[in-house]
């Protein structure tokens, strides 16, 4: 079974960084695609950045040129780099993966593994 761990969050000011790991493991697919997801409460929850195996980059409107999706394949650990944050950007954030040769998708339906989150809120 896939597994994926989140860690990095915290509480920041508007305007700082946080940098948000998800280690995974259990992977037997060579091709697959997998995200950061959030859910402010009240709100659904909402596709963030994706990369797929290959190395394609989605992201979502509200985050781009301010989030930087990327992957160490060595250490088979996914990462956020969040820049300029927002306190709209206060979320739970939640790592996501799906073995897929298409994409990268940011619907949450597309994915069928998740981390259990970790928590971001920024004042």
């Known amino acids: 079974d896939v597994q994926l761990v989140e860690s990095g969050g915290g509480s920041v000011q508007a305007g700082g960084s946080l940098r948000l790991s998800c280690a995974a493991s259990g992977y037997t697919d060579s091709s697959y695609c997998i995200g950061w997801f959030r859910q402010a409460p009240g709100k659904e929850l909402e596709g963030v950045a994706a990369i797929n195996s290959a190395g394609r980059t989605n992201y979502a409107d509200s985050v781009k040129g301010r989030f930087t999706i990327s992957q160490d394949n060595a250490k088979n650990t996914l990462y956020l780099q969040m820049n300029s944050l927002k306190p709209e950007d206060t979320a739970m954030y939640y790592c996501?993966?799906?073995?897929?040769?298409?994409?990268?998708?940011?619907?949450?339906?597309?994915?069928?593994?998740w981390g259990q989150g970790t928590q971001v809120t920024v004042s």
């Open positions: 996501a993966s799906s073995p897929t040769t298409t994409g990268p998708f940011l619907s949450p339906s597309a994915y069928n593994n």
